[in-house]
């Protein structure tokens, strides 16, 4: 069973304004999240983390909200910039173990 | 309905041992991959393969040897293993090669890998 799911695999979104890409989770003992970020012929690099004590985490342009009631975190990027266009994974881990990925979405950032 | 499946999840085992880790997709990608992780964050590529063919062989080792009968498997084999393989190696498929910008990645669950 996919106990991380990113359900948009696209998203395209004009230079400037907020991206916003989605994950949902259906393990509850989650208690550590990341987003990754992938270019075409790397590995995915971490981006930021949150873990399930809190709601937010902020890293420059760069924010991660968690609703542990919805099982579902985001990351939004404001402002977007064409630099961000790649894949972005979500990923989750209960206790530092166990980690499971998302399949990803790949952000197009328009100029 | 498992997409990426590894085995074991778990493997526990002592230095100088020989051992496999195996990898199946049944998503009919075309390309497979094995990422070593060892920290909490990092996520590092060790190799790929295309259709059989290996692709990509970044600085590792050479007791890891990947091994691809087909293209919906590609294992892991270990010889002669130190310490410093402890880490969570996850296996991962895409449709597209490793260039590919449009290429999602479906990762496994990971084997947990100690060595003692």
């Known amino acids: 069973d996919q106990q991380v799911k990113q359900n948009s695999p696209s998203l395209s979104v004009q230079e400037g304004r907020i991206s916003i890409l989605n994950c949902d989770y259906t393990n509850s003992m989650f208690d550590y999240f990341l987003w990754y970020k992938k270019y075409p012929a790397e590995g995915p690099t971490f981006l930021i983390s949150i873990s399930s004590i809190k709601d937010k985490n902020e890293d420059g342009r760069f924010t991660v909200f968690l609703n542990k009631s919805a099982k579902h975190l985001s990351l939004h990027i404001v402002p977007s910039q064409p630099g961000d266009s790649a894949v972005y994974f979500c990923a989750a881990s209960a206790f530092g173990n166990d980690m499971r990925f998302g399949a990803g979405t790949r952000l197009t950032v328009k100029p | 309905d498992t997409a990426v499946s590894q085995t074991p999840k778990y493997l526990v085992t002592q230095m100088g041992n020989d051992k496999s880790i195996k990898c199946e997709q049944n998503l009919g990608h075309d390309t497979m991959y094995w990422y070593k992780q060892d920290s909490k964050k990092f996520l590092k590529i060790m190799f790929s393969?295309?259709?059989?063919?290996?692709?990509i062989n970044e600085t590792v080792p050479n007791r890891f040897s990947p091994k691809s009968p087909d293209k919906a498997h590609l294992n892991l084999h270990i010889n002669s293993l130190e310490l410093g393989d402890s880490a969570v190696y996850f296996c991962a498929s895409s449709q597209g090669g490793w260039g590919n910008a449009n290429s999602l990645q479906h990762f496994g669950d990971g084997t947990r890998l100690s060595i003692l």
């Open positions: 393969y295309n259709n059989k063919e290996l692709i």
